[in-house]
Every structure is written in structure tokens, then in C-alpha cells.
């Protein structure tokens, strides 16, 4: 069973700041890595597929990359919308399922 | 536009089933795959299982197995997700969402979700 470890979970940064996020996981998923964004009482949006493929109407501000084990997704300067929580997910076969990862938060410093 | 809609929130007792729908618009039900998702409060996305509402087949994480059951009504293009023997551990919100639009050489990103379907269970 794959885990998708996130770090860190929290990320306490200003407006117009770059962030960094992380999504280590225990075994290769190749580049079949995706990210979402959750803001309170919302569903989950989707951000990036395939590690580093912007989902239609996705800012140019949010990149992902990586393969294999380690993936980084970057926004590459805050706007207010963009605080919430960031998860990555992936899908494993043995046994069939899809994983998310723990999350991480990113707020206003 | 492109969307899925649950039903509403229910409140149900410790043993008790309780049954979530989904129902899409704006584009062709049987193309796509539905996945359910949970989220307990305070905690990340738990996967359920999918359905293809083309075939019926389904697929669920071995955490519900027995205990999950995923149908659709293709005429009304609802698909609806089924879980018995509730215990407060199942306490969440549940979520339905599309898979199907973004798949290169594998199909897991979910690009549409519903609004949600809290699930209480208490007695």
C-alpha cells in the first residue's frame, strides 16, 4: 500500500510570497501524482494531474513537479484566494485504490 | 455548465444505512466514472470506490468491504452510494466526483465534485 507523506503541514506565509509544498510517497507512482486545493465547507478543486499538468482554468501561479517518489508543488506568489489547505493524491493497484496525502495547510503570517 | 448534485444531509443511528445520491448535468453520464470520497471534520479525503455508469462495474477500498454498495440510474443520470452498519466512525462529509477528463496513461484525477452530503450518526 502506497502513503503519501506531506510536509510541511502547515506553511505560515504573506501575500505575494512563494510557497513550496511537498508529497513524498513510499513507492514509485511514476508521474500519476494530482493536487487539489480545499477551502472551508468547499470540495476539494482540482489543481494538477499528472504531476505537472495545470487542470483547465487553473492560474499559471500553481506549477507541480517531480516523478517517481517526490513531487513539489509551487505557487509562485500568494494571492488572498489562495490560502487552504493543499492535498496530493495518486491511484495504486495493489490492492486498487486512491490514496490522499495528509495535507497542508498553507495561512496567512 | 458541468456539475453533480447530492442530496441532503441525514442524521442517521448507529446500525442504520444511509444512502447518498448524485446526480450529474452538462455532460454524458456514462463517459465518466464516479468516485465517492469521505471527510471526516478536521481530516483529509478518504476514498470510498468508483463506479462506471456505463458497465456498473465498481471498485472500493477493502476498508469498506461488505459494507458499501455503489448503483446508478442511468435514465436519470444519478448515481448513488450505499453504506450499512454505520457507527459514529462513519460520521463525515461524503462526496461524489467525476474521473475520466484527465487521463493520459492513468484515470484518477478528479476534475467535478458535488457539493457534499453530511452524514451524521449518533444516537
Known amino acids: 500500500e502506497i502513503v503519501l507523506t506531506q510536509s510541511p503541514a502547515t506553511l505560515s506565509l504573506s501575500p505575494g510570497e512563494r510557497a513550496t509544498l511537498s508529497c513524498r510517497a513510499s513507492?514509485?507512482?511514476?508521474?500519476?501524482l494530482a493536487w487539489y486545493q480545499q477551502k472551508p465547507g468547499q470540495a476539494p478543486r482540482l489543481l494538477i494531474y499528472d504531476a505537472s499538468n495545470r487542470a483547465t482554468g487553473i492560474p499559471a501561479r500553481f506549477s507541480g513537479s517531480g516523478s517517481g517518489t517526490d513531487f513539489t508543488l509551487t505557487i509562485s506568489s500568494l494571492e488572498p484566494e489562495d490560502f487552504a489547505v493543499y492535498y496530493c493524491?495518486?491511484?495504486?493497484?495493489?490492492?486498487?485504490?486512491?490514496?490522499f496525502g495528509g495535507g497542508t495547510k498553507v495561512e496567512s503570517k | 455548465q458541468v456539475q453533480l448534485v447530492q442530496s441532503g444531509a441525514e442524521v442517521k443511528k448507529p446500525g442504520a444505512s444511509v444512502r447518498v445520491s448524485c446526480q450529474a448535468s452538462g455532460y454524458t453520464f456514462s463517459s465518466y466514472d464516479i468516485n465517492w470520497v469521505r471527510q471526516a471534520t478536521g481530516q483529509g479525503p478518504e476514498w470510498i470506490g468508483w463506479m462506471n455508469p456505463n458497465s456498473a462495474n465498481t471498485g472500493h477500498a477493502q476498508k469498506f468491504q461488505g459494507r458499501v454498495t455503489m448503483t446508478r440510474d442511468a435514465s436519470i443520470r444519478t448515481a448513488y452510494m450505499e453504506l450499512t452498519g454505520l457507527t459514529s466512525e462513519d460520521t463525515a462529509v461524503y462526496y461524489c466526483?467525476?474521473?475520466?477528463?484527465?487521463?493520459?496513461?492513468?484515470?484518477?484525477?478528479?476534475?467535478?465534485w458535488g457539493q457534499g452530503t453530511t452524514v451524521t450518526v449518533s444516537s
Open positions: 493524491q495518486q491511484r495504486s493497484y495493489r490492492p486498487p485504490r486512491l490514496t
Open positions: 513507492q514509485s507512482v511514476n508521474n500519476y
Open positions: 466526483a467525476r474521473v475520466g477528463a484527465y487521463c493520459s496513461g492513468d484515470c484518477y484525477a478528479m476534475d467535478v
